[in-house]
């Protein structure tokens, strides 16, 4: 493997907002897979919203939560 660079934008793929409880995570919660630009598809937690986000939303990469998991938030229209 070798280092690489690519993002912060991307497109969301699918995406589910998980209202049960899951340890360590304070439900109602948003994921979503997003096609990161120019990068590999990415699981992330989506910042500010218990919504599903329709497939094609753009988003970007905004950093990484408590847990060490990728964030990102939504972008544009």
Not at 42 to 64: K, M, N, Q, Y
């Amino acid at each position: 493997m070798s280092p690489a660079t690519f993002g912060p934008k991307g497109t969301v793929f699918s995406s589910t907002v998980l209202r049960i409880p899951v340890p360590g995570r304070t439900p109602p919660f948003t994921l979503a897979y997003v096609d990161v630009d120019d990068g590999p598809r990415i699981l992330a937690h989506v910042a500010g919203t218990d919504e599903v986000l329709v497939p094609g939303r753009r988003v970007a990469l905004s950093g990484w939560n408590e847990n060490g998991d990728p964030v990102v938030a939504r972008s544009g229209p």
